[in-house]
């Protein structure tokens, strides 16, 4: 594969967590960023940023992107002397809806082909690149992969992450629920505590395995699947409308529960509308089809 000068990426964003499966279950979502990249011989950097964050992300080597870039030029080589960057995103930031692994993956991505690689062969790479920005894969793997995702990281010394796509079963329907307020993942990370009760353990055990089943066969137990004792009680101090939210759902027969580190929620729907009867007031209601094919790259 020669080495091209410009390329677009579209990246779609992704859901996490899905209750039980803490930084192991991931879901890509049709919500979805663009970036052009396009290189030069001569020196310089330039960048421009439209639609989602656009009045906060920095404008230079600090832009998550172009850090993603940097990082997957050490990897494949053939960093270009100058670059433009064009991003439109559509994934909102700090909400749980994947914007900084999808900002990974498309710099990674843009970066490998630029250099002449191709992605489809280079996956893995790319894989252990975004992830190990991110610190684990699940999301990181939703928006590379497509679909719903298994990710786990090797035990041992070296650090190496894997991931498993699946299939979703037809009749599960996300509908995401994004309130205005943010949420920092640091944050709310630094509420969960260092140990937890065996019982508790035990159960978001049984119920993450059966995630795996519901999500695939059976979304008739998707109930019972998204329950989780692991880390969204622990959070509620960071988003409590989200969490009241995801109750009120749940008692109107809706499997529901935080994506990622929140404070969006995310409804399994099995039309892809919500019920009458359950005040979403200050969330904005967004059915976002599962993408079935993760990260795309067109050069030109």
């Not at 994506?259 to 059915?287: I, K």
Request: charged fraction near 20%; aromatic fraction near 4%.
């Amino acid at each position: 594969m020669g080495r091209p000068t410009r390329v677009l990426v579209r990246v779609p964003g992704s859901t996490a967590n899905l209750g039980p499966g803490f930084d192991s279950l991931g879901m890509a979502l049709a919500l979805y960023d663009e970036i052009e990249v396009e290189t030069f011989e001569t020196p310089g950097l330039f960048v421009d940023v439209a639609g989602q964050g656009c009045r906060h992300v920095p404008r230079d080597e600090r832009h998550l992107v172009l850090r993603a870039m940097r990082l997957a030029f050490e990897t494949f080589g053939g960093a270009p002397a100058g670059l433009r960057l064009r991003c439109l995103n559509a994934v909102p930031h700090s909400r749980g809806l994947g914007s900084s692994a999808a900002a990974a993956v498309a710099g990674v991505t843009a970066a490998a082909v630029l250099a002449g690689r191709d992605p489809e062969l280079e996956r893995d790479a790319l894989l252990q690149l975004s992830a190990g920005m991110e610190g684990h894969a699940d999301n990181a793997a939703a928006s590379l992969l497509g679909g719903f995702v298994v990710a786990w990281e090797a035990a041992g010394s070296a650090r190496r992450f894997h991931a498993e796509k699946l299939e979703v079963h037809p009749d599960v329907h996300p509908v995401a629920c994004v309130p205005d307020v943010e949420s920092s993942t640091k944050t709310t990370r630094g509420l969960l505590p260092e140990q937890v009760p065996l019982a508790d353990a035990a159960f978001t055990g049984s119920r993450c395995a059966l995630a795996v089943l519901a999500m695939t066969r059976r979304p008739d137990l998707l109930m019972a699947a998204t329950e989780d004792r692991l880390h969204q009680p622990y959070r509620r101090p960071a988003y409590p409308s989200s969490l009241r939210l995801v109750e009120a759902l749940r008692e109107h027969g809706v499997p529901a529960a935080i994506s990622g580190a929140g404070p969006t929620v995310l409804a399994l729907t099995g039309d892809g509308a919500l019920p009458d009867g359950v005040d979403t007031d200050g969330f904005a209601v967004q059915r976002l089809p599962v993408d079935t094919t993760g990260v795309h790259v067109e050069v030109r």
